[in-house]
């Protein structure tokens, strides 16, 4: 089976510092794996997804993610915080089977940005 | 291209009445997909229409069920309500959902649903 695994629910950084989100992934077969970013009161907005065409994957807003085979994780970073990174992230691994679409998310990790 | 549509934006509802949640995906998208999201289990998957059948559910029980139209929007319905009901209820479309998992899901701004 499946399943996700965010290391940290909260994280807290200072403006201008290095942004690390850990997610580490379980799959029996090659996986796709997804970052959506929540903001208050909205819905999942995609940051990037990994589909393997190749291992580091660059998004919107600065956010990259690296695919580590060897290590099933797939973290997400941002070289320098802004204080409008402030949200919920949220990992997620998509899974095919039977005919049907459906995402198996991490619980999150809420990051702060403080100045 | 307009967004996910997912109406109304804020419910509220007493305990044992019904309600009805209305998703309109992306234009073109075929697949919708619905999830509920609570503070103690996180997202959880519930359903998904493809061509106006339901292709799976997940681990909820009947009183959840939903439908899809010929134009792809989807309704979701909750009978007889319960507090644990309550909940930030997302709607997800997706093109066809058929390229083996890397469809990406677009979602919707969600129904906030609070049962007394």
């Known amino acids: 089976?499946?399943?996700?695994?965010?290391?940290?629910?909260?994280?807290?950084?200072?403006?201008?510092?290095?942004?690390?989100?850990?997610?580490?992934?379980?799959?029996?077969?090659?996986?796709?794996?997804?970052?959506?970013?929540?903001?208050?009161?909205?819905?999942?907005?995609?940051?990037l997804k990994y589909t393997s065409a190749a291992t580091l994957v660059k998004g919107i807003n600065g956010f990259e993610a690296e695919f580590k085979k060897s290590e099933t994780s797939f973290h997400l970073t941002k070289p320098s915080a802004h204080m409008s990174d402030a949200a919920e992230y949220f990992c997620a691994v998509s899974r095919f089977s039977g005919g049907y679409n459906k995402l198996i998310f991490g619980a999150g990790t809420r990051l702060a940005v403080h100045p | 291209k307009a967004g996910v549509t997912q109406t109304p934006r804020y419910?509220?509802?007493?305990?044992?009445?019904?309600?009805?949640?209305?998703?309109?995906?992306?234009?073109?998208?075929?697949?919708?997909?619905?999830?509920?999201?609570?503070?103690?289990?996180?997202?959880?998957?519930?359903?998904?229409?493809?061509?106006?059948?339901?292709?799976?559910?997940?681990n909820f029980p009947g009183?959840?069920?939903?439908?899809?139209?010929?134009?792809?929007?989807?309704?979701?319905?909750?009978?007889?309500?319960e507090l644990g009901d309550s909940a930030l209820y997302l709607c997800a479309s997706s093109l066809a959902g058929?390229?083996?998992?890397?469809?990406?899901?677009?979602?919707?701004?969600?129904?906030?649903?609070?049962v007394l």
């Not at chain 1, 089976?1 to 580490?24: K, M």
């Open chain 2, 63 to 81: 009183r959840f069920s939903g439908r899809q139209f010929s134009n792809s929007r989807s309704e979701m319905n909750v009978s007889t309500l």
């Open chain 2, 98 to 114: 058929t390229s083996g998992g890397a469809d990406t899901q677009y979602f919707g701004p969600g129904t906030r649903l609070t």
């Open chain 1, 1 to 47: 089976a499946q399943s996700v695994t965010q290391l940290g629910s909260h994280v807290s950084v200072s403006e201008g510092a290095l942004v690390l989100l850990r997610c580490n992934y379980s799959s029996s077969v090659p996986p796709y794996l997804f970052w959506y970013v929540q903001y208050p009161n909205q819905g999942l907005q995609l940051l």
């Open chain 2, 11 to 58: 419910l509220i509802k007493t305990r044992g009445q019904q309600v009805t949640l209305s998703c309109s995906p992306i234009s073109g998208h075929r697949s919708v997909s619905w999830y509920q999201q609570t503070p103690g289990q996180g997202l959880q998957f519930l359903f998904e229409y493809f061509s106006e059948t339901q292709r799976n559910k997940g």
